[in-house]
Structures are given as structure tokens and as C-alpha cells.
């Protein structure tokens, strides 16, 4: 039934008599201008809402204000969430407000004025909303805690909240709970009937949900009632958007003793990240090998998950074999200089030869890094003596020959 209320001064006083008895579904409210301003309370399910005033004589100006109330931290306020105006001019145009009002209570301003600060009129109703006002309370996990890679749910509990608002009867059947993982949705469950109270709540559990990485995650709950979720105001949704925060764990796997591809793997199949690599030169441990972890292995760790690794990286290092140390080399001969190289970052060497710390002659500018070279001994590089060694570079780095050496003439 559709009942459409005219107040004048006397239906005023019947609204505020009758008003908590009797709830009307109202979606029309007229108001006479020359009549007095009592203010007025109506009911009426969630939609869109129809104010008039009738009567404004031209030239007067009608400014309409909504106001909506909340109570937060045990202080009641309206809040006005908005207004507009009808410039007069025209006594055959009634000035009218349409607004879709969805929250639970609001005031609808009329103040007439014929100047900008002169107020001819005023009326004030109150427009009481019926629709459940639900509530989400005490969501949780199960398992608890939450184990990595491992499906949950998340229970919660919907109600008809009631504390500051007559509770409603109206419908509230195929409803859904929205629940959001990392602020990604992952589906929703319908839900029927929540009655009026908050001892009267229904359990809600959510689609399985699975934590891939370590850490804190959020948790989002929302729920709706008949399709007519309330606007977000100045402070926001109190009730019907919860959330939680979880702190999934593991434990640290033993990457000590692997080479450092396979301690990646390790790392990233238990879902802790590699943190901070120290590089350390031992040369009797296998090259590229982790030896040392921070956190030890077993430790368990949620917040800043990251295992700081040591590896052992064998130094460019090169040991000069031949010429060896006295070795007497003759001139114009062919000899074969050797070397051992141990993990040389470089692939290609240059050697020369030195006499008394002093440079001699290049050898050779560029050449492989395989641990030999044929070195033909020419007369015009070198005179016979001794205190000869070779020099060979790795870069700015370079190693000596044993001793010294040799050359002697033909």
C-alpha cells in the first residue's frame, strides 16, 4: 500500500502522535507554505523519496539540506550530506527535492527566504528509513593460524543491528557476504533472514581461500542488505566492512652446503625470499657453495621474510708454472710458459717479461686463458742475463714466476 502524506498543521501533529505506533510507507511529503513548521517524522522503506513545498510565492528562494545521523564514539551528530537550492521566479513551479536515501535516518531541510538573509519559513522533517542495518562481527580463520599454501575459510558472524535504530523488518533475504583476500575478490555467500537483534546473528563462512607468500595479508568482509548498502559518509561504514589482518609463517630450510642456484629453489618453494648475498674466498670449499645463513635453518619468520646467504667464490687468481725458478732458457729457442688458473674471472691474459722489477717486453698482448703458450724467445727483445721473470695479468691483478730465470745466449 502507498499512502501519500500531506502535512499541513494538523497531519503534523497526527505524524508526531501516530509516528511511533504506526509506520507508513510514504514516498511523497508535501508541505504547505503558509501553514506552520511543526516538524514531522515519516517512514518509509529505501528508495527514491519525493519533497515538495507548495505555495512559495515569486521571487522567494527555496534551499533544501539533507542531514544524516550517526553516533561515533558515543557522540550523536548530523552530518549534512547535501543541499541544493530552487531559485524562485516562477508561482506555478513547485520546488521540489527527489533523493534516493538509503541510510537510516535523515532530516530534510525547506527554508523559504525572500532575501538572502531573510527566512520567511521553515519545516523539518524526519524521515526514518525501514531496511535491515546489518552488521559483521568477530571474523576469524580455520585453520588458525593460517598455514602457507594451505586452504582456510574465514567465519564470521551477520546480524540485524539494533543499537541505535529501531531494528527493521523488512526483507532481507538473498543477501551475500563479499569476502576480498589482498583487496583481490574472492566470492561470495549468500545469506537469508537475519532477525532483528544483535543476539540474533547468523554464522557465515567464506569460499576456501590460499596464501601463497609469507607475511601479513588482509582480510575483507561485506556485506549487503536487500541491495541497499548505505552510502559511505564522511566517516564511512561503521559496520557492514570488516576487516582482518593475518601473519602467515614458515620455517627457514637449511640452504648451508648447496650451490647457490639450488638455495634459491629452497628458498622460494618454503616462500621466504633471498635476502642480502656476502661473498667470501676460501679455496678449500667448492666454488659457488652457501657457507652461512641468516636466519638459521628452522627458524620461524612471517614479517620481513628474507634469508641473508655467505657464498664462497674462489678468487681470479692465476699461479705462474714455467719458467720455474734457476731455469735457464736459451735464445731463439721456442720454451712453453704454464700456468693454473683457479676460477679466473677473465678469459684472455696478457703476459710480458720482466728483469729486476724493471719491464722488459710484451709478450703477448691478448691471449687465451688455457694455462699455456708457446713463446719463441727472439734476439731483439731481450739480451742474455739473468733476474728474468714472467708477469702474467688478470686485468690490474697479475701473478709472478717462481723466482727468477735465465737467458742465455745461442
Known amino acids: 500500500m502507498r499512502t501519500t502524506v500531506v502535512l499541513h498543521r494538523y497531519s503534523v501533529l497526527a505524524a508526531i502522535v501516530l509516528a511511533p505506533?504506526?509506520?507508513?510507507?510514504?514516498?511523497?511529503?508535501?508541505?504547505?507554505f503558509n501553514n506552520a513548521s511543526d516538524p514531522a517524522t515519516s517512514y518509509a522503506?529505501?528508495?527514491?523519496?519525493?519533497?515538495?513545498?507548495?505555495?512559495?510565492?515569486?521571487?522567494?528562494?527555496?534551499?533544501?539540506?539533507?542531514?544524516?545521523?550517526t553516533e561515533i564514539c558515543e557522540s550523536e551528530t548530523w552530518w549534512n550530506i547535501y543541499t541544493e537550492t530552487d531559485p524562485g521566479g516562477d508561482p506555478t513551479v513547485t520546488p521540489e527535492l527527489t533523493r534516493d536515501f538509503k541510510r537510516r535516518e535523515f532530516r530534510i531541510y525547506a527554508t523559504i527566504r525572500s532575501a538572502p538573509n531573510q527566512i520567511e519559513n521553515q519545516i523539518v522533517w524526519y524521515l526514518n528509513i525501514e531496511a535491515p542495518d546489518m552488521m559483521l562481527t568477530h571474523p576469524t580463520t580455520a585453520p588458525d593460524p593460517v598455514q602457507l599454501d594451505t586452504p582456510f575459510t574465514v567465519q564470521t558472524k551477520v546480524r540485524n543491528f539494533s543499537q541505535h535504530f529501531t531494528a527493521s523488518a523488512g526483507p532481507d533475504a538473498d543477501q551475500e557476504a563479499h569476502f576480498f583476500l589482498d583487496e583481490k575478490f574472492i566470492g561470495s555467500v549468500s545469506y537469508d533472514d537475519v532477525p532483528p537483534g544483535y543476539d540474533n546473528a547468523l554464522d557465515i563462512e567464506s569460499p576456501p581461500m590460499v596464501v601463497h607468500k609469507i607475511g601479513t595479508h588482509t582480510i575483507r568482509v561485506v556485506c549487503d542488505a536487500t541491495d541497499q548498502v548505505?552510502?559511505?559518509?564522511?566517516?564511512?561504514?561503521?559496520?557492514?566492512?570488516?576487516?582482518?589482518?593475518?601473519?602467515?609463517?614458515?620455517?627457514?630450510?637449511?640452504?648451508?652446503?648447496?650451490?647457490?642456484?639450488?638455495?634459491?629453489?629452497?628458498?622460494?618453494?618454503?616462500?621466504?625470499?633471498?635476502?642480502?648475498?656476502?661473498?667470501?674466498a676460501d679455496d678449500s670449499i667448492p666454488h659457488n657453495q652457501v657457507v652461512d645463513q641468516n636466519p638459521?635453518?628452522?627458524v620461524e619468520v612471517g614479517l620481513d621474510p628474507a634469508v641473508d646467504i655467505t657464498i664462497n667464490i674462489k678468487p681470479c687468481k692465476i699461479d705462474v708454472l714455467q719458467p720455474a725458478e734457476n731455469a735457464e732458457w736459451q735464445i731463439g729457442s721456442t720454451q712453453t710458459i704454464t700456468w693454473d688458473r683457479f676460477e679466473a674471472c677473465r678469459e684472455k691474459v696478457r703476459i710480458e717479461l720482466w728483469q729486476d722489477d724493471q719491464f722488459v717486453a710484451t709478450i703477448d698482448r691478448r691471449t687465451k686463458n688455457d694455462e699455456a703458450l708457446e713463446w719463441l724467445i727472439n734476439a731483439n727483445d731481450v739480451t742474455p742475463g739473468d733476474g728474468y721473470f714472467v708477469r702474467i695479468y688478470l686485468g690490474k691483478k697479475y701473478s709472478d714466476s717462481p723466482g727468477t730465470f735465465s737467458l742465455v745466449a745461442p
Open 21 to 32: 505506533i504506526f509506520w507508513v510507507h510514504a514516498d511523497n511529503y508535501v508541505w504547505d
Open 296 to 298: 638459521d635453518a628452522g
Open 230 to 280: 548505505d552510502e559511505v559518509v564522511d566517516f564511512g561504514e561503521m559496520y557492514n566492512d570488516t576487516y582482518l589482518n593475518i601473519l602467515v609463517k614458515t620455517l627457514v630450510p637449511d640452504v648451508v652446503g648447496v650451490r647457490l642456484g639450488e638455495a634459491r629453489k629452497a628458498l622460494r618453494d618454503a616462500g621466504v625470499e633471498l635476502g642480502d648475498i656476502t661473498k667470501t
Open 45 to 69: 522503506l529505501p528508495g527514491s523519496h519525493h519533497f515538495q513545498v507548495n505555495n512559495v510565492p515569486a521571487n522567494y528562494t527555496t534551499e533544501w539540506k539533507v542531514a544524516v545521523w
